[in-house]
């Protein structure tokens, strides 16, 4: 069936969705050469309306997952984008294209439509997981896996031709999310798991709103998964993402909450509750069923999405991170009934920041490292949970409530020196989630390349820039063009082929 594209907030400007599948073959290198010795893959997943839901409005997070990959080898780039073939998708495309799922907070037609609340289920949709595969993709193994999180199983997907392969076979070891499982397996992944490159290992859980309200999954490349249930975790929190260091998985539960029964009552599914403290686990890594401490700090209401990367010296943990003055989402004490939707950036800010913690006394303190808005760090992927030096950031300029990116930053975290590249000004763009890419296998950390995707949606294109780590401010080694716009994406990891 054809649709007309809805003028929806969520659809609009850089979310404008890329709904075609396309195969571009020796892109265009506009500037600049290729590096030779980059061969891989860089890998990302983001949310694109292909259709209406049965409800009428498009929450975000109910559009299916569609990846883009460019593959680098010997100067060359290819690039694909796939739909993922999830078990919603396949669904609906068996009847002939039309949305067939409703969720309870997908109704509204205003802000608090998100998609992460229960399906209502029908004789079509009975036994079929809601996920959609649109938050993040991630390597593991011979494949990459994309999650979306709470709902649904994490997918694999080929590297080369993008194809789905299907849930991965470990996630009948999983645990359920937010969501009763629709079917056997139907369990739900973090999107922000971390990896220990020489072992393969994979540090990931899952989170709900109900107790248990985390199970940690520790899952090997041979499929199988150790699961710890954290029975004595202070609270339900929206655990999106952890540090890793050579002793823990430390996990911050902070008063940013998910309820699945708030929609049914009128409210927007998540809350932030300042009144609540913030608290960190330290998990031991090695053994998952050890000892957890628990510190309850009495650190400020903030809030971190996304994590750079720790270190542990002297008796200090240090835990790094762009860090919000409150999370990026809607509210109900924002908005009222009717308003539109307020997307991430626009309500919020961040900026570099440090929590450290006295791992004798378990006092922690926080520190503001940069007066620059940034999110969406990365690192030097080969040593997460080893300490690290170099990190990696979107940067950006103060607007209204909240930032617009615009940047590439790149910090010494021991000096707290930095370069930026200023990618765009004020031309309509979309500058998204870099990734680093090694010199070769075994070079240093932080020697390499760092790819960023941008996308000029005004313009109806798109390209990849790649910088050199030795010196990003001498602009771009490489620039590989699109000829159309690219879609957006939250977030995606480099696999190396070498």
């Not at 072992?199 to 107790?211: E, H, I, M, P």
């Not at 913690?357 to 808005?373: C, V, Y």
């Amino acid at each position: 069936m054809g649709y007309p594209l809805p003028r929806d907030t969520a659809l609009s400007g850089p979310f404008q969705p890329m709904r075609f599948e396309a195969t571009v073959e020796e892109c265009i290198v506009s500037e600049g050469e290729i590096p030779r010795e980059l061969c891989g893959g860089f890998y990302r997943t983001g949310p694109t309306w292909k259709r209406p839901t049965r409800q009428g409005p498009n929450p975000l997070l109910s559009m299916d997952g569609m990846i883009q990959g460019l593959v680098l080898d010997n100067g060359r780039a290819d690039f694909r984008n796939r739909w993922v073939r999830t078990p919603k998708y396949q669904l609906e495309a068996r009847h002939g294209g039309t949305g067939l799922f409703e969720w309870t907070d997908g109704g509204f037609g205003d802000w608090r439509d998100f998609a992460y609340g229960d399906v209502t289920r029908d004789k079509l949709t009975t036994g079929v997981p809601q996920g959609t595969a649109n938050i993040n993709i991630f390597p593991f193994g011979d494949q990459m896996v994309v999650s979306s999180e709470i709902g649904g199983p994490p997918i694999g997907i080929d590297p080369i031709t993008l194809e789905t392969t299907g849930v991965v076979p470990w996630s009948t070891k999983l645990s359920p999310g937010i969501h009763e499982p629709a079917s056997f397996g139907d369990c739900a992944f973090t999107a922000h798991p971390k990896w220990d490159h020489d072992t393969g290992t994979l540090y990931g859980w899952t989170y709900r709103d109900t107790a248990p309200y985390v199970t940690l999954h520790k899952v090997e490349t041979d499929g199988s998964v150790d699961s710890r249930e954290l029975w004595d975790a202070p609270y339900n929190t929206v655990a999106h993402d952890i540090w890793l260091t050579p002793q823990w998985m430390v996990m911050p539960f902070q008063p940013f909450l998910i309820d699945k029964g708030r929609p049914l009552k009128g409210h927007g599914v998540w809350e932030w509750n300042e009144d609540l403290p913030i608290v960190l686990a330290l998990i031991p890594r090695d053994d998952i069923h050890g000892d957890i401490r628990w510190i309850t700090t009495d650190l400020p209401a903030q809030y971190v999405m996304h994590t750079m990367s720790a270190n542990v010296t002297d008796g200090k943990l240090t835990l790094d991170a762009p860090i919000f003055n409150r999370p990026p989402f809607p509210f109900d004490q924002d908005f009222t009934a009717g308003d539109d939707v307020a997307l991430f950036f626009s309500i919020a800010k961040s900026e570099l920041g440090r929590w450290t913690i006295d791992l004798e006394t378990g006092k922690a303190t926080s520190e503001q490292l940069s007066d620059r808005p940034s999110e969406l760090p990365k690192v030097d992927e080969r040593f997460y949970g080893k300490g690290y030096r170099w990190g990696y950031q979107v940067g950006g300029v103060i607007k209204r409530k909240g930032m617009s990116m615009n940047s590439l930053v790149v910090t010494d975290m021991h000096t707290l020196a930095d370069q930026e590249y200023v990618i765009r000004t004020d031309q309509p763009a979309a500058v998204l989630e870099s990734t680093f890419a090694p010199r070769s296998p075994d070079s240093p950390e932080g020697d390499g390349y760092i790819i960023v995707p941008v996308s000029w949606w005004a313009d109806k294109t798109s390209e990849y820039q790649i910088f050199d780590t030795y010196d990003i401010t001498a602009g771009p080694v490489a620039r590989i063009e699109l000829p159309f716009r690219m879609g957006w994406t939250p977030h995606g990891h480099w696999k190396d082929f070498r």
